[in-house]
C-alpha cells in the first residue's frame, strides 16, 4: 500500500504534526551521525599523536610505523 501524496487542500493538521515530527526525527538522527563522526576523526587523530610520540621513542619506532600504516588512507588502486 503506498501512501497518499498530500496537497494543500488535502492535508490535516494531524498529518501536518506527523510530518513535522518525522522530519525532526530524520535531524536527530543526523546530528546523532555527526557526533559519531566527529568522535571517530577525533579517535583517529589521538591516535596518531600517540605514534609520532612513539616514532620519537626508537624503542617503539616499529610499532609507531606499524600503526601508522594501518591508520593511513588507502591508496587508490592503478589497475581498473
Not at 494543500?8 to 506527523?18: F, G, M
Not at 557526533?35 to 624503542?59: D, K
Request: hydrophobic letters at 40%; glycine letters at 4%; zero cysteines.
Amino acid at each position: 500500500m503506498t501512501n497518499r501524496r498530500h496537497t494543500a487542500d488535502s492535508i490535516t493538521d494531524d498529518d501536518l504534526d506527523a510530518l513535522y515530527e518525522n522530519a525532526n526525527k530524520g535531524w536527530r538522527r543526523g546530528d546523532e551521525w555527526k557526533q559519531r563522526a566527529l568522535a571517530a576523526e577525533a579517535a583517529v587523530e589521538r591516535a596518531n599523536r600517540l605514534a609520532r610520540r612513539w616514532a620519537i621513542l626508537r624503542t617503539y619506532g616499529g610499532a609507531a610505523v606499524e600503526l601508522r600504516k594501518a591508520l593511513a588512507k588507502p591508496k587508490e588502486s592503478t589497475n581498473k
